[in-house]
């Protein structure tokens, strides 16, 4: 039963985790224009990340503009999408085998340890997709710290961290604790003893007695 409670919770914190990563792959708050200097200008706010540049202007406005040109892009920026893409895959096919082995469904069969063991691969699937995220955002937030504190960058296009690398961030490690969840539920095969017991042992013996007495 403990098992099985630990296997809902992983696979529910798996699956809140995938769709963070969706959310905060698709978000183009990736950095956001940091003001910082003398001559601080808050009219136009800059927005950029993984799919497109937003400007989202004092009076309301959002005008964003998709990356016309994937040849264009920086590698880290489109190792980044790679890393997240891959991340996102792997971990929606981790929470389907791992949903397959869990014991409150009833597709995979009867046998428990195999359906337990299957559920132990699928969390260690999703665990591969959560670490592909996490160094996605990882790679992508060391850039944007390089480039902030590069004293060659002019002041006008410093950018800081925006609201979806957390998103991204929050998803994978939800993914990852969820899958180690999963995989660290495999019930063990309850070990039978090759010895008899000792009252058995005990008992054994003396009923023998008894009898040619």
């Known amino acids: 039963m403990a098992?099985?409670?630990?296997?809902?919770?992983?696979?529910?914190?798996?699956?809140?985790?995938i769709v963070g990563l969706i959310i905060g792959t698709i978000l183009p708050q990736w950095k956001m224009s940091a003001y910082v200097g003398d001559n601080i200008i808050t009219a136009v706010a800059?927005?950029?990340?993984l799919w497109m540049s937003c400007a989202f202007q004092s009076t309301g406005q959002l005008q964003c503009k998709i990356y016309d040109s994937i040849l264009q892009l920086d590698s880290s920026l489109q190792a980044t999408r790679a890393l997240m893409?891959?991340?996102?895959?792997?971990?929606v096919a981790g929470l389907g085998v791992a949903c397959t082995g869990m014991k409150c469904t009833t597709c995979g069969g009867s046998d428990k340890l195999r359906k337990a063991r299957v559920a132990m691969t699928g969390g260690i699937i999703l665990l591969v997709g959560g670490l592909c995220a996490i160094v996605?955002?990882?790679w992508f937030a060391h850039n944007v710290i390089r480039a902030f504190y590069n004293p060659y960058t002019p002041?006008?296009?410093?950018?800081?961290?925006?609201a979806a690398i957390f998103i991204a961030w929050?998803?994978?490690?939800?993914?990852?604790l969820g899958g180690a969840m999963l995989a660290a539920s495999c019930s063990q095969k309850k070990q039978v003893s090759k010895y008899p017991s000792v009252a058995s042992s005990r008992s054994g013996p003396a009923?023998?007695?008894?009898?040619y007495v």
């Open 3 to 17: 098992n099985s409670g630990i296997q809902l919770l992983g696979f529910f914190l798996s699956l809140t985790g």
């Open 207 to 211: 009923s023998g007695n008894k009898e």
């Open 46 to 49: 800059m927005y950029q990340g």
């Open 85 to 91: 893409i891959v991340g996102i895959i792997v971990s």
């Open 136 to 138: 996605a955002c990882s």
């Open 170 to 176: 929050g998803g994978s490690l939800l993914d990852v």
């Open 155 to 162: 002041v006008n296009t410093k950018f800081e961290f925006g």
